[in-house]
């Protein structure tokens, strides 16, 4: 049998909306003219251009990193691509895994876990709550883990694992490896590689580094990689193999197709970041996101996650009763332009606050959608008194014009 020419495709542009959609979800988020510019060329993956830039990559990724030594490989891939390299690579089958679970993503660090053949012991985290240092070195002890897996910031709940920092040192007094996602938080927020003693970090393209969705970053330490060379077994994965991707990031060889675009977004929007400084940019996301939950607080609403555990990177807000989620997200998009997110379990919508979405004008689009959506479905809030906070807040601070 001969198959037909297909019938009634139609080009993006029959497809795609006429106004772009404000992306004020939990990613991907608006990228850069530089990143989208260089998105769209095309080189020789393994010429002395491609390699050039691959150089620079690495000394910007290891400024945002904070790391002096770790070693840096991109990933044709998700952010999930990059955590199961690093899942992968450190793990050992028959070895024991903790994972602190408190949310979808940390829960597919311990599936990731699993699927290579490790113990995995999950703590699970009291819902809404981040990882408390004293109970997870009493995990520590108690089972004497191998790897430890941990979320900086859960996109899917928006709580923030802000004893990191200690739990990462106790792990290092056992001579427990530390693998962090570091998706939504990397250039968002403070990380430390070195400090903190953190031996696999994993951030991908569409979040904080406002990039483009499908390029990854993983960065492994010293003594991680050291762990990496040092194992006799061969790994199942083959994409994934973090020594044969060294042979393309360091040794200037063949490891298969670099996606070649995606490396050219991705040094733009590191460039952009090393450009603002990591403290500038810091401050600019934390003050655009504490603006943003004033005005979303004002107008009567809810965030779900209490100050000590929230994610700022992400914002969760509580359903009222009546509304529902998707009729929300609906509303805003087709009357607004502007989308936010749903939820991966909690009765909550999340929006973002990551690289370009912190921006003055980029937030009064998206607070007035949000509440004047809630109106016209009926849960009537005071937007103008959402609208007043978010000016109010912003106004209290010092910005940069490029805020």
């Not at 699927?115 to 070195?137: K, N, P, S, W």
């Not at 990177?313 to 509303?331: A, C, F, H, W, Y």
Request: glycine share 8%; charged share 15%; hydrophobic share 45%.
């Amino acid at each position: 049998m001969r198959i037909a020419v297909p019938n009634n495709i139609l080009a993006l542009d029959n497809i795609l909306p006429d106004e772009p959609l404000l992306m004020m979800g939990a990613g991907p988020v608006p990228i850069p003219a530089k990143v989208a510019a260089a998105n769209g060329i095309v080189i020789n993956h393994l010429g002395d251009t491609m390699a050039h830039i691959i150089e620079q990559v690495k000394v910007m990724s290891r400024y945002v990193f904070q790391t002096q030594d770790g070693r840096i490989l991109g990933v044709a891939g998700p952010g999930s691509a990059a955590m199961e390299m690093a899942v992968v690579n450190l793990v050992l089958p028959g070895s024991k895994v903790l994972s602190i679970c408190n949310g979808f993503f940390s829960h597919r660090l311990a599936q990731m876990a699993q699927r290579v053949g490790a113990e995995v012991v999950q703590l699970a985290i009291e819902d809404g709550e981040g990882a408390d240092a004293q109970r997870v070195e009493q995990y520590i002890i108690q089972h004497q883990p191998q790897v430890l897996t941990i979320v900086q910031g859960e996109t899917s709940n928006t709580v923030c694992n802000n004893e990191l920092a200690a739990i990462a040192a106790i792990a290092k007094q056992h001579d427990c490896l530390v693998i962090v996602d570091a998706v939504c938080t990397l250039s968002t927020m403070a990380f430390d590689m070195d400090e903190w003693g953190v031996d696999a970090v994993i951030t991908g393209g569409q979040k904080g580094l406002s990039c483009i969705p499908g390029i990854s970053l993983v960065g492994f330490s010293a003594k991680a990689w050291q762990h990496i060379e040092e194992r006799k077994d061969q790994l199942k994965h083959w994409c994934l193999d973090a020594k044969l991707a060294d042979q393309f990031w360091y040794k200037k060889s063949y490891h298969y197709t670099a996606p070649v675009s995606g490396i050219l977004a991705i040094h733009e929007a590191l460039r952009l970041v090393c450009s603002e400084t990591l403290s500038v940019r810091f401050d600019r996301h934390l003050r655009c996101s504490q603006a943003l939950q004033a005005g979303i607080e004002a107008m009567g609403l809810s965030l779900y996650v209490k100050p000590q555990a929230r994610l700022n990177s992400v914002v969760g807000i509580t359903m009222p009763r009546g509304v529902e989620s998707k009729v929300l997200l609906n509303t805003m998009s087709k009357r607004f332009k502007v989308e936010i997110s749903g939820s991966f379990g909690p009765n909550i919508v999340r929006i973002g606050q990551m690289g370009e979405q912190c921006r003055a004008h980029n937030l009064f689009r998206t607070l007035h959608a949000f509440g004047a959506s809630f109106n016209l479905l009926g849960q009537k809030l005071d937007l103008p008194a959402g609208m007043a906070a978010l000016e109010s807040a912003l106004n209290k601070f010092q910005f940069s014009e490029g805020l």
